[in-house]
């Protein structure tokens, strides 16, 4: 069983510090948040790296909002159903269209500046969606761009104090409340944080996967310890893999935007055959999953590591204005997208599942909140419709704050919780090699497509790194690697479990949905293993 706690403590040996609010993470959702939060409180802001560096920060298409005279909450609510496959929650999904515009703009007021055209917002339209409600900047660098202006509204504000290069260990609970966070600071000391809320802002795990849209910071953590400290986690098998990442020698897996798509680019495969009409009706602009799948398919078919991306019929000058990070990044490695086919092939990408929470945001455990990816809010369902995770987050960033408002202050009181199991053996094998091999066992076992043989033994293989719970951890990269493991147990337990194919899971053995027996989410409990819960809408 994997353990409360990663390290061996004692907090009455570790000097305390108190705020009002903990904010873990500088996404869009850690940002916006603490901006909200600082109205009336103290708030303190933790990120492993920088305020600047976080999977929003690559974000590229989008974020999801209501604002054309013809489009309307009710066509983004079925939109949002229907990419979720029966497994979102209509009150989340309600709280997301209907309250998503004036989140958007909050940014705006916030100094986010969107593209305009002629004067009024500019908006696309990607995949799944039934009308142009995606709003963007800079063409294809909207999360930079909230990022940039929200990281300079914290950086400025008296109530938000930034602590970069630190990493939280462990959330401490004590009489079933969450009390703060042990945190390990850039020199290698420890405290404890005690705060009357603790919101965990943290991001995705796409890290767990050998190839990956998200930086290297999305390593799962705020999953893994809310786990440890017995949150309930929720829906963990479905991991979204986006259909169109860079796929080109000596390049990373650079996002290719859905956008790109929305915004007329095909698919086809090495052959120059489109190829998305023998797949869907909706052709490049249907489910991400379902186009992920069908480059695999196609890839195994005319026996390629890619397919190609082609948008060369659109004019060079729309091109360059419309995505002029995408056309920079790939003439760096000698692609011309207004003349060049891109390569490209799926990569992980997002996280649907995460810490369960009600509509304020809310886990079981009281005063710990979790906002954004990390968080399991009901609005995303079995697979996210594109561009909605930057509209959740604003929104239930809200409803967080305003909950929290409502909370009496935590007891300042000696908290007397602690963890010594004796350990005493540091890690034997480098962690980085360890690392790998995690990434390499999800991709062969738990990835795209899924069957029982291939996940018992990713389960299995996982299993054998167990030991590193009982070794005295001191590293970031030991504590990431534990949090990783975490994870990756978490998402092929939950993917082994489930016996259909729904949304972004699919088993090649069950590859039907099935919904007589499983339009129900998969709670996966600390003390208790795997629990069974109806969707809202059975």
Same mark, same amino acid.
């Given at each position: ?171 401490? %609970? ?130 390629? @590591? ?5 948008? @060369? ?11 002029? @990070? ?117 991709? *062969? ?40 493991? %975490?994870?990756?147990?978490?998402? %092929?337990?939950?993917?082994?479990? *489930? ?40």
């Amino acid at each position: 069983m994997i353990p409360q706690y990663l390290v061996d403590f004692d907090l009455r040996e570790l000097p305390t510090v108190r705020t009002d609010c903990i904010v873990i993470g500088s996404g869009i959702a850690g940002l916006f948040t603490a901006i909200k939060a600082s109205e009336d409180r103290k708030v303190i802001m933790i990120t492993k790296k920088t305020l600047m560096e976080s999977n929003t920060r690559y974000a590229q298409g989008g974020i999801a909002a209501v604002f054309a005279e013809d489009d309307s909450p009710a066509y983004h609510r079925q939109d949002t159903l229907m990419a979720g496959a029966g497994l979102n929650s209509s009150a989340a999904v309600d709280v997301l269209v209907n309250e998503g515009p004036e989140g958007v703009r909050e940014l705006i007021r916030l100094g986010t500046l969107f593209d305009k055209e002629n004067g009024v917002i500019a908006l696309t339209q990607e995949g799944a969606h039934s009308h142009r409600r995606i709003l963007h900047a800079n063409g294809d660098a909207t999360g930079y761009e909230i990022v940039r202006a929200l990281s300079e509204q914290v950086a400025e504000h008296k109530n938000i104090e930034v602590w970069d290069e630190h990493f939280v260990i462990d959330l401490i %609970t004590d009489g079933g409340e969450c009390a703060g966070a042990l945190v390990q600071r850039p020199g290698g000391g420890r405290l404890f944080l005690q705060a009357d809320a603790t919101i965990l802002c943290s991001g995705g795990a796409g890290q767990l996967y050998r190839y990956t849209t998200n930086p290297e910071v999305a390593t799962g953590d705020g999953v893994a310890i809310a786990y440890r400290a017995g949150a309930h986690i929720r829906d963990m098998e479905f991991i979204q893999f986006h259909p169109t990442a860079l796929s080109y020698p000596g390049a990373p897996r650079f996002l290719i935007s859905e956008a790109v798509r929305g915004e007329g680019a095909v698919l086809r495969n090495i052959n120059g055959e489109r190829f998305m009409e023998r797949y869907h009706e909706l052709l490049e602009l249907a489910p991400r999953d379902i186009v992920a799948r069908a480059i695999v398919s196609e890839m195994e078919q005319t026996k390629s @590591t890619f397919v190609y991306l082609d948008i @060369t019929h659109e004019s060079a000058e729309m091109v360059r204005h419309r995505f002029p @990070t995408i056309y920079q990044t790939c003439m760096s490695y000698g692609l011309d997208i207004t003349s060049d086919w891109i390569p490209v092939a799926p990569a992980a990408h997002y996280m649907m599942g995460g810490i369960k929470t009600d509509l304020n945001g809310e886990s079981n455990i009281a005063r710990l909140f979790a906002c954004g990816e990390v968080s399991s809010t009901g609005v995303q369902g079995a697979n996210r419709l594109a561009s909605n995770s930057l509209s959740e987050a604003v929104v239930f960033g809200r409803r967080i704050v305003e909950r929290i408002r409502q909370l009496p202050p935590l007891g300042r009181g000696v908290i007397a919780a602690g963890c010594d199991e004796g350990r005493v053996e540091s890690p034997t094998q480098a962690i980085v090699e360890r690392r790998l091999k995690l990434q390499k066992v999800m991709v *062969r076992y738990a990835g795209l497509r899924r069957n029982e043989e291939m996940l018992s033994k990713g389960l299995d293989e996982l299993k054998r790194q167990l030991p590193i719970f009982h070794s005295a951890l001191t590293k970031r990269e030991e504590y990431e690697f534990a949090n990783m493991l %975490t994870c990756c147990l978490l998402i %092929t337990e939950a993917a082994l479990a *489930r016996h259909e194919s729904r949304g972004a899971h699919y088993r090649e053995d069950y590859p039907q949905r099935n919904d007589a027996e499983w339009q129900k989410h998969l709670l996966l409990i600390r003390e208790l293993g795997i629990v069974e819960e109806l969707s809202d809408d059975v």
